[in-house]
């Protein structure tokens, strides 16, 4: 039961264009979202979060954005640039349950 | 059909007990791990084993020992279970650092 959905298996954009990722998911129960980054031979590291009483929380040249009536949160990087290379993993949770998706691999080309 | 499962969800236990966690992957990948994470959702990796091989070992307590019977399987110990050590853990698998998944935590709780 995937209970949070990465639909896209990766990603392609140029250099300075926007990124823009999505996440789905099912559970009504999920008050807090985050993002995750994930490099080659690394762990995955904490990159943004929003809680479920925010729509929009913005970090630089990343911002995270979420509809709680469509389940759905979306993480935008602008300018995009090629060290933001990697993995992307959505996360949700609750007060006693975290799902991961499956991640996008989302390439910056120069 | 779960990816990679993890067993107990939910283990709560009293300082000084010794205990276990569970993970199988039937994902056919060759690496698992476990990861810790802290009170502000921060993934802290503690151990991967490839092939039954140890390959990272970050300055965790000697007290926490993963055991392995299989590609499949990676299992975390740990001993003499303090306060300190209540937290979610993670366990995930890849192939090659690739297809990365996640089981869906095992909540700790030492009282």
């Known amino acids: 039961d995937q209970q949070v959905k990465q639909n896209s298996p990766s990603l392609s954009v140029q250099e300075g264009r926007i990124s823009i990722l999505n996440c789905d998911y099912t559970?009504?129960?999920?008050?807090?979202f985050l993002w995750y980054k994930k490099y080659p031979a690394e762990g995955p590291t904490f990159l943004i979060s929003i809680s479920s009483i925010k729509d929009k929380n913005e970090d630089g040249r990343f911002t995270v954005f979420l509809n709680k009536s469509a389940k759905h949160l979306s993480l935008h990087i602008v300018p995009s640039q090629p060290g933001d290379s990697a993995v992307y993993f959505c996360?949700?949770?609750?007060?006693?349950?975290?799902?991961f998706g499956a991640g996008t691999r989302l390439t910056v080309k120069p | 059909d779960t990816a990679v499962s993890q067993t107990p969800k939910y283990l709560v236990t009293q300082m000084g007990n010794d205990k276990s966690i569970k993970c199988e992957q039937n994902l056919g990948h060759d690496t698992m791990y476990w990861y810790k994470q802290d009170s502000k959702k921060f993934l802290k990796i503690m151990f991967s084993?490839?092939?039954?091989?140890?390959?990272i070992n970050e300055t965790v307590p000697n007290r926490f020992s993963p055991k392995s019977p299989d590609k499949a399987h990676l299992n975390l110990h740990i001993n003499s279970l303090e306060l300190g050590d209540s937290a979610v853990y993670f366990c995930?698998?890849?192939?090659?650092?690739?297809?990365?998944?996640f089981g869906s935590g095992t909540r700790l709780t030492v009282v």
């Open positions: 995930a698998s890849s192939r090659g650092g690739n297809g990365y998944t």
């Open positions: 559970n009504s129960m999920f008050d807090y």
């Open positions: 084993y490839n092939n039954k091989e140890l390959i």
């Open positions: 996360a949700a949770s609750s007060a006693n349950d975290m799902r």
